[in-house]
């Protein structure tokens, strides 16, 4: 990109009614950013009609504090604008049906390029166990050379991140805000290891947008398009990370989905992916089996990888308590024990973290890598 075009760009997609589409269809009509803008209003109403015509030709509002503060940002070391079009456009979202027109980058662009990439996605109120799941996944694959794409979101997206980065591996996060803010507030700590470790932070949105709801579906197309597959590890009904998958399978992509319990409604989603198709998976290796004509041989295990499926405590409280979530009463009915000594037990149980209370009452055996 020449020093000034990111300008016209910024200022083509900073007109309202300008979204991915219309740009695309106004840059495939006159070329690049400045020359649409130096268009008649009689030439742009022909593609995109006269109301949208008279706004390309008008400057946006806050026009001057939105190019000083990217002029600004685009100064500090790592920072990016990546155009539609530009040698350093990560091809897979290239061939997406949606691919956004301007990428915003904190990091490592290289790491938006890198040829294993799968995305892992779930519930921001998951279970302990799709937590340590989540964590545990993306462990492995990250030590095996994959990059691990999320949304830095609450629940299983940090852990994705979180695990990544435990491997020493590469993980990027596609965020719905602009990248001066960092939403939740409390994962800037977890946004800036990301940056440090050679990942990337990515949005298509400009400085100063904010985390509004509408913003997490539509950057979810960016999540599934930047990989060979897409990991669901907690889903309820309806959720934003059934939206991914969809949008992978649209693309092509590989659908994966963790089972859970059939009395968890984190688990829901992911069920329902199985049953349309999506590949049910247990360990790394039923990803890497499916994803291996891609990916190519370069993902064995290396010495001292991370696993997903680690060697189990053996327990009389926890064989009674099982996998699913389970009442305090009932799991006391199953062991025999008396209250007091039971009780005491799953304390020491729950600070070595293989069982977690959740609400309700309800307590579940975690499983950890």
Known sequence: MAPDDWEDWLRLLATEGVGPATARRLLAAFGPP???LAQSPAALAEVVGPSLAQRLRATPPDWARLRAQTAAWLQQPGHHLIALGEAAYPSALLSSPDPPPLLHVAGEPAALTAPR???IVGSRHPTPQGQANARAFAQALAARGVVIVSGLAAGIDGAAHEGAL????????VVGTGLDRVYPARHRPLAERITAQGGALLSEY???TPPLAAHFPRRNRIIAGLTQGTLVVEAALGSGSLITAEQAVQMGREVFAIPGSIHAPQARGCHALIRQGAKLVETVEHIEEELRPQWGDGTATP?????ATPELPDDAVLRALGYDPT???ELQ???GWDTATLQAHLLTLELDGVVARLPGGLLQRVVRA
């Open 34 to 36: 400045g020359a649409v």
């Open 117 to 119: 990439a799968l995305a």
């Open 166 to 173: 435990s491997a020493g591996g590469v993980t990027v996060a």
């Open 206 to 208: 400009p400085l100063g």
């Open 303 to 307: 010495a001292g990888a991370a696993q």
């Open 327 to 329: 009442p305090f009463d």
């Open 333 to 335: 009915a199953r062991c």
